[in-house]
């Protein structure tokens, strides 16, 4: 595969713009804090991992995802020199819930809401001229989908550059589900943590440029090896390891590496019982006797599960390691789960590391959405002695 990566943005809880995701990711900052988007006594967890965006004295409002969007496509677009006219350039957007918050605001307020506004084509339209754009809403693994779809169309030929983006927002819906599922209300968010008690919700935006990579004056942040996707079909909500493991090993073959290559596995992690064992079972049955070679870590202990957007928040941050030599650690993780037992875990803060070239990136989503990414840095990065 001959794609690079020309550009990113994001935007979280725990910052506006790559630089400082990655940097409060580094130090170990988290975006937990008590439920500012609705009426908290309602339900019986108290906390998520929102944007604070919200004007003062009201809850919330609608289009919250759509700014996001905006904001994350034209830092990427930006940084890769694009400009604001997208006119000739796809625009695929992977998501979980599309703009199903300002739905539920005109239902429940009577917020203004136009039906064209549930996807981002209308927006993106305005915006940036985008004709070409698609929206995804393909569950957690949402955002990794898109890009596989985006890195298919340079290789077909059809693009010379793509935009690939995630988003999610909390929904009132979607956190009252969660909050019935837990047995007991989690108070965070602990991947692979033997004390976890479930997900939190988190939110944010992501955007990368793909770029061909012989376009002319084309710089990069790194190198998309490959991506693998599959749907087990296995069940709504329980992964299943083997639709796992056979998604890792096809993007090993597919990228042309071994798992001894692997440098950095950014974990999928939600702290949920079910998806940290079989993730980890997954992880362990690939890598084998080099289980204990790369380093591991998982974001969602900080952003909470950012949906449809999380899988390629967690690629960007590996190109960001692997260009510094930075990688944020996995809080809250005291004692891991027996399938990951072996994994080397990144648990202090702004860890420091050499010479990582090769990073496996994993988003996998209900039904049985699976999909996996392998990046490679291209430029020397800064590492520690």
């Known amino acids: 595969m001959s794609v690079l990566v020309t550009g990113a943005g994001a935007k979280a809880s725990i910052g506006g713009d790559v630089d400082e995701v ?10 937990l ?3 500012r988007g609705f009426d908290a006594a309602r339900y019986r967890t108290r906390h998520a991992y929102e944007i604070d965006d919200r004007p ?34 796809p625009v695929l957007v992977g998501t979980g819930l599309r703009e199903l918050r300002s739905a539920e605001l005109a239902w429940r307020d009577g917020a203004a809401f136009g039906v064209d506004r549930l996807h981002f084509g209308t927006a993106l339209r305005e915006r940036f001229g985008a004709v070409q754009s698609h929206t995804f809403s393909n569950a957690c693994s949402a955002s990794l989908h898109a890009l596989a779809l985006g890195a298919d169309l340079i290789e077909a030929g ?14 009132e819906s979607m956190y009252g589900l969660l909050d019935r599922v837990h047995m007991e209300p989690p108070q965070r968010v602990q991947p692979f943590d033997r004390a976890r008690k479930g997900v939190l919700m988190g939110e944010g935006a992501v955007a990368v440029v793909l770029r ?19 749907c087990d079909a296995h069940h709504v909500t329980a992964p299943d390891p083997a639709g796992i493991t056979e998604a890792v090993r096809e993007a090993h073959d597919r990228a042309g590496v071994k798992p001894a290559d692997i440098d950095l596995v950014m974990l999928h992690g939600t702290g949920t019982l079910l998806n940290d064992e079989a993730e980890a079972a997954a992880v362990a049955t690939v890598f084998g006797e080099d289980v204990t070679r790369p380093l591991m870590t998982a974001l969602k202990s900080m952003t ?9 928040l967690s690629l960007i941050v590996a190109l960001r390691a692997m260009a510094t030599g930075r990688v944020p650690a996995t809080l809250g993780l005291d ?9 080397r875990f990144v648990r202090e803060r702004d860890h420091r590391a050499t010479e990582l070239t090769l990073a496996q990136v994993d988003a996998f989503g209900f039904g049985g959405v699976n999909t996996v990414a392998v990046v490679e840095r291209t430029q020397k990065g800064r590492t520690a002695t």
């Open 33 to 35: 804090a008590e439920l």
């Open 304 to 312: 909470g599960h950012t949906s449809g957007g999380s899988g390629l």
């Open 158 to 171: 059809e693009s010379d550059t793509v935009v690939v983006a995630g988003v999610d927002t909390l929904t």
């Open 56 to 89: 003062p004295g009201r809850r919330d409002r609608p289009y919250r995802a759509t700014d996001w969007l905006l904001s994350a496509v034209g830092e990427a677009t930006r940084q890769a020199g694009l400009g604001e006219d997208l006119g000739d350039v």
């Open 335 to 343: 004692e891991p789960v027996a399938e990951a037992g072996r994994f």
């Open 212 to 230: 061909r990579e012989d376009c002319p004056a084309t710089g990069s942040l790194g190198r998309l090896r490959s991506v693998s996707m599959n």
């Open 22 to 31: 990655f940097d409060s990711l580094c130090a170990g900052r988290s975006g």
